[in-house]
């Protein structure tokens, strides 16, 4: 899965990007008060682990998607 994907799936789940610094985007959900922090490496798959800490902060399971 890429950061476009979960970036993707993380709006279809009501998150708004908030900024981004460097290659690293935050996105907030309004409704939850979660935030999630997604790294942007074009084209790159996201770590499982990485993946797993953003599925934490955004209280979410990615193999929804």
Known sequence: ???KDIIKFLK???F??????GSHLKLFNSVTRRMAI????SGKIIPIG???SIEKQADVKFQDF
Do not use: D, F, R
């Not at 708004?16 to 610094?21: A, I, L, N, P």
């Not at 997604?38 to 490496?41: C, E, L, M």
């Open 1 to 3: 899965m890429t950061a």
């Open 16 to 21: 708004v990007e908030v900024s981004q610094t």
């Open 38 to 41: 997604v790294p942007i490496h």
């Open 12 to 14: 279809q789940k009501g």
């Open 50 to 52: 990485t993946l797993k």
